[in-house]
T-cell receptor, first 116, second 117 residues
Framework: NAGVTQTPKFQVLKTGQSMTLQCAQDMNHEYMSWYRQDPGMGLRLIHYSVGAGITDQGEVPNGYNVSRSTTEDFPLRLLSAAPSQTSVYFC???????????????FGPGTRLTVL | AQSVAQPEDQVNVAEGNPLTVKCTYSVSGNPYLFWYVQYPNRGLQFLLKYITGDNLVKGSYGFEAEFNKSQTSFHLKKPSALVSDSALYFCAVRDIVGNSGNTPLVFGKGTRLSVIA
Protein backbone atom coordinates (compact mmCIF):
# COMPACT_ATOMS: atom_id res chain seq x y z
CA ASN A 1 0.00 0.00 0.00
CA ALA A 2 1.63 3.23 -1.17
CA GLY A 3 -1.08 5.37 0.49
CA VAL A 4 -1.40 8.87 -0.97
CA THR A 5 1.29 9.87 -3.45
CA GLN A 6 1.95 13.29 -4.91
CA THR A 7 4.15 14.41 -7.75
CA PRO A 8 6.22 16.45 -8.18
CA LYS A 9 7.75 17.18 -4.76
CA PHE A 10 9.08 20.55 -5.87
CA GLN A 11 8.20 22.82 -8.77
CA VAL A 12 9.17 26.30 -9.89
CA LEU A 13 6.96 28.10 -12.39
CA LYS A 14 6.96 31.46 -14.06
CA THR A 15 3.90 33.66 -13.86
CA GLY A 16 1.36 32.62 -16.47
CA GLN A 17 2.58 29.06 -16.89
CA SER A 18 0.23 26.17 -16.37
CA MET A 19 0.85 22.85 -14.68
CA THR A 20 -0.86 19.88 -13.08
CA LEU A 21 -0.14 18.56 -9.61
CA GLN A 22 -0.73 14.84 -9.48
CA CYS A 23 -2.35 12.95 -6.62
CA ALA A 24 -3.09 9.25 -6.45
CA GLN A 25 -4.25 6.85 -3.75
CA ASP A 26 -4.44 3.07 -3.70
CA MET A 27 -6.86 2.65 -0.80
CA ASN A 28 -10.06 2.82 -2.85
CA HIS A 29 -11.09 5.98 -1.03
CA GLU A 30 -14.02 7.84 -2.52
CA TYR A 31 -13.25 11.14 -0.79
CA MET A 32 -10.25 13.14 -2.00
CA SER A 33 -9.28 16.74 -1.44
CA TRP A 34 -6.64 19.36 -2.08
CA TYR A 35 -5.34 21.83 0.49
CA ARG A 36 -2.80 24.58 0.37
CA GLN A 37 -0.68 25.45 3.39
CA ASP A 38 0.63 28.96 3.91
CA PRO A 39 2.40 30.36 6.99
CA GLY A 40 -0.09 31.57 9.58
CA MET A 41 -3.05 30.43 7.47
CA GLY A 42 -3.16 26.75 8.32
CA LEU A 43 -4.57 24.41 5.68
CA ARG A 44 -7.18 25.84 3.38
CA LEU A 45 -9.38 23.62 1.25
CA ILE A 46 -9.16 24.22 -2.50
CA HIS A 47 -11.39 21.50 -4.02
CA TYR A 48 -12.75 18.17 -2.95
CA SER A 49 -14.43 15.15 -4.48
CA VAL A 50 -16.74 12.50 -3.02
CA GLY A 51 -16.34 10.10 -5.93
CA ALA A 52 -15.50 9.73 -9.58
CA GLY A 53 -17.23 12.40 -11.63
CA ILE A 54 -18.13 14.52 -8.59
CA THR A 55 -16.17 17.58 -7.48
CA ASP A 56 -16.92 20.64 -5.40
CA GLN A 57 -15.25 23.88 -4.43
CA GLY A 58 -13.64 24.53 -1.09
CA GLU A 59 -12.63 27.76 0.57
CA VAL A 60 -10.08 28.98 -2.01
CA PRO A 61 -10.92 27.49 -5.43
CA ASN A 62 -10.07 30.46 -7.68
CA GLY A 63 -7.24 29.77 -10.10
CA TYR A 64 -7.49 26.00 -9.72
CA ASN A 65 -9.35 23.29 -11.61
CA VAL A 66 -9.89 19.65 -10.72
CA SER A 67 -11.46 16.59 -12.28
CA ARG A 68 -12.06 13.08 -11.00
CA SER A 69 -12.25 10.56 -13.79
CA THR A 70 -11.16 7.61 -11.64
CA THR A 71 -11.36 6.73 -7.97
CA GLU A 72 -7.58 6.64 -7.71
CA ASP A 73 -6.56 9.98 -9.21
CA PHE A 74 -7.39 13.58 -8.37
CA PRO A 75 -5.18 16.03 -10.29
CA LEU A 76 -5.07 19.75 -9.50
CA ARG A 77 -4.54 22.10 -12.44
CA LEU A 78 -3.18 25.62 -12.29
CA LEU A 79 -4.32 27.29 -15.48
CA SER A 80 -2.20 30.45 -15.29
CA ALA A 81 0.12 30.48 -12.31
CA ALA A 82 0.41 33.59 -10.15
CA PRO A 83 2.88 34.42 -7.36
CA SER A 84 -0.03 34.25 -4.88
CA GLN A 85 -0.19 30.53 -5.61
CA THR A 86 3.24 29.97 -4.13
CA SER A 87 2.49 27.47 -1.40
CA VAL A 88 2.76 23.89 -0.23
CA TYR A 89 -0.03 21.74 -1.63
CA PHE A 90 -1.35 18.65 0.12
CA CYS A 91 -3.65 16.00 -1.25
CA UNK A 92 -5.69 13.88 1.14
CA UNK A 93 -8.12 10.98 0.91
CA UNK A 94 -10.56 9.12 3.11
CA UNK A 95 -13.49 6.77 2.95
CA UNK A 96 -17.02 8.15 2.83
CA UNK A 97 -20.01 7.04 4.92
CA UNK A 98 -21.08 4.84 2.04
CA UNK A 99 -17.79 2.97 2.45
CA UNK A 100 -18.18 2.60 6.19
CA UNK A 101 -16.24 5.74 6.86
CA UNK A 102 -13.80 6.17 9.69
CA UNK A 103 -13.37 9.74 8.50
CA UNK A 104 -9.63 9.64 9.03
CA UNK A 105 -7.94 11.52 6.22
CA UNK A 106 -4.62 10.32 4.90
CA PHE A 107 -2.27 12.97 3.56
CA GLY A 108 0.32 12.88 0.84
CA PRO A 109 3.85 14.25 1.41
CA GLY A 110 3.08 17.57 -0.30
CA THR A 111 4.24 19.55 -3.32
CA ARG A 112 6.20 22.74 -2.74
CA LEU A 113 5.35 25.18 -5.52
CA THR A 114 7.09 28.48 -6.19
CA VAL A 115 5.74 30.92 -8.77
CA LEU A 116 8.15 33.62 -9.85
CA ALA B 1 -20.37 26.71 7.59
CA GLN B 2 -18.09 24.97 10.02
CA SER B 3 -15.02 26.64 11.46
CA VAL B 4 -12.19 25.92 13.85
CA ALA B 5 -10.21 28.28 16.05
CA GLN B 6 -6.83 27.59 17.58
CA PRO B 7 -6.28 30.67 19.76
CA GLU B 8 -2.57 30.12 20.37
CA ASP B 9 -0.02 30.41 17.58
CA GLN B 10 2.71 29.04 19.86
CA VAL B 11 2.78 26.96 23.03
CA ASN B 12 5.98 26.49 25.01
CA VAL B 13 6.29 23.84 27.69
CA ALA B 14 9.13 22.28 29.65
CA GLU B 15 9.89 18.61 29.08
CA GLY B 16 8.04 16.45 31.60
CA ASN B 17 5.32 19.02 32.20
CA PRO B 18 1.72 18.54 31.02
CA LEU B 19 0.74 20.24 27.79
CA THR B 20 -2.52 21.57 26.41
CA VAL B 21 -3.20 22.80 22.89
CA LYS B 22 -6.54 24.54 22.61
CA CYS B 23 -9.22 24.17 19.95
CA THR B 24 -12.76 25.47 19.66
CA TYR B 25 -15.17 24.79 16.84
CA SER B 26 -18.42 25.94 15.30
CA VAL B 27 -20.83 23.66 13.40
CA SER B 28 -24.51 23.62 12.52
CA GLY B 29 -24.94 19.89 12.99
CA ASN B 30 -22.86 17.37 14.89
CA PRO B 31 -19.08 17.63 14.84
CA TYR B 32 -16.51 15.05 13.88
CA LEU B 33 -13.30 16.39 15.44
CA PHE B 34 -9.70 15.55 14.66
CA TRP B 35 -6.16 16.38 15.67
CA TYR B 36 -3.27 16.10 13.24
CA VAL B 37 0.46 16.70 13.75
CA GLN B 38 2.98 17.95 11.23
CA TYR B 39 6.72 17.51 11.67
CA PRO B 40 9.09 19.75 9.67
CA ASN B 41 8.96 19.18 5.92
CA ARG B 42 6.45 16.36 6.31
CA GLY B 43 2.78 15.81 5.60
CA LEU B 44 0.12 15.65 8.25
CA GLN B 45 -0.23 12.62 10.50
CA PHE B 46 -3.45 11.63 12.22
CA LEU B 47 -3.35 11.73 16.04
CA LEU B 48 -6.90 11.12 17.23
CA LYS B 49 -10.53 11.80 16.55
CA TYR B 50 -13.90 12.18 18.23
CA ILE B 51 -16.92 10.81 16.41
CA THR B 52 -19.27 9.76 19.18
CA GLY B 53 -19.19 8.08 22.58
CA ASP B 54 -16.78 8.88 25.39
CA ASN B 55 -15.82 12.51 25.59
CA LEU B 56 -12.20 11.63 26.40
CA VAL B 57 -10.43 10.29 23.35
CA LYS B 58 -7.02 8.66 23.45
CA GLY B 59 -4.72 8.71 20.47
CA SER B 60 -1.20 8.12 19.27
CA TYR B 61 2.00 8.93 21.19
CA GLY B 62 0.21 9.36 24.52
CA PHE B 63 -1.99 12.23 23.40
CA GLU B 64 -5.61 12.60 24.39
CA ALA B 65 -8.37 15.12 23.80
CA GLU B 66 -11.56 15.97 25.58
CA PHE B 67 -14.74 16.80 23.71
CA ASN B 68 -16.79 19.44 25.54
CA LYS B 69 -20.07 20.11 23.78
CA SER B 70 -21.19 22.97 26.02
CA GLN B 71 -17.93 24.85 25.48
CA THR B 72 -17.58 23.66 21.85
CA SER B 73 -14.00 22.72 22.58
CA PHE B 74 -11.69 19.84 21.79
CA HIS B 75 -8.40 20.55 23.57
CA LEU B 76 -5.40 18.31 22.99
CA LYS B 77 -3.52 17.17 26.08
CA LYS B 78 -0.58 15.08 27.16
CA PRO B 79 0.39 14.41 30.79
CA SER B 80 4.15 14.61 30.25
CA ALA B 81 5.66 16.39 27.26
CA LEU B 82 8.68 15.13 25.33
CA VAL B 83 11.12 17.16 23.26
CA SER B 84 10.13 14.96 20.31
CA ASP B 85 6.55 16.28 20.62
CA SER B 86 7.72 19.61 19.22
CA ALA B 87 5.76 20.10 16.01
CA LEU B 88 2.84 21.92 14.40
CA TYR B 89 -0.57 20.73 15.58
CA PHE B 90 -3.81 21.16 13.69
CA CYS B 91 -7.36 20.79 14.90
CA ALA B 92 -10.01 19.99 12.26
CA VAL B 93 -13.77 19.58 12.13
CA ARG B 94 -16.29 18.02 9.82
CA ASP B 95 -19.90 19.19 10.15
CA ILE B 96 -22.26 16.25 10.03
CA VAL B 97 -25.72 17.48 9.09
CA GLY B 98 -28.33 14.77 8.89
CA ASN B 99 -26.84 11.56 7.50
CA SER B 100 -24.44 13.19 5.09
CA GLY B 101 -20.79 12.63 5.82
CA ASN B 102 -19.64 14.15 2.60
CA THR B 103 -18.86 17.55 4.02
CA PRO B 104 -15.26 18.70 3.82
CA LEU B 105 -12.76 18.71 6.65
CA VAL B 106 -11.91 22.24 7.79
CA PHE B 107 -8.67 22.97 9.62
CA GLY B 108 -7.58 25.53 12.16
CA LYS B 109 -4.51 27.67 11.56
CA GLY B 110 -2.28 25.45 13.63
CA THR B 111 -0.40 25.77 16.91
CA ARG B 112 3.34 25.36 17.10
CA LEU B 113 4.34 23.36 20.15
CA SER B 114 7.84 23.76 21.46
CA VAL B 115 8.99 21.43 24.24
CA ILE B 116 12.12 22.65 25.96
CA ALA B 117 14.57 20.26 27.59
Amino acid sequence: NAGVTQTPKFQVLKTGQSMTLQCAQDMNHEYMSWYRQDPGMGLRLIHYSVGAGITDQGEVPNGYNVSRSTTEDFPLRLLSAAPSQTSVYFCASSRTPRQGSTDTQYFGPGTRLTVL
Amino acid sequence: AQSVAQPEDQVNVAEGNPLTVKCTYSVSGNPYLFWYVQYPNRGLQFLLKYITGDNLVKGSYGFEAEFNKSQTSFHLKKPSALVSDSALYFCAVRDIVGNSGNTPLVFGKGTRLSVIA
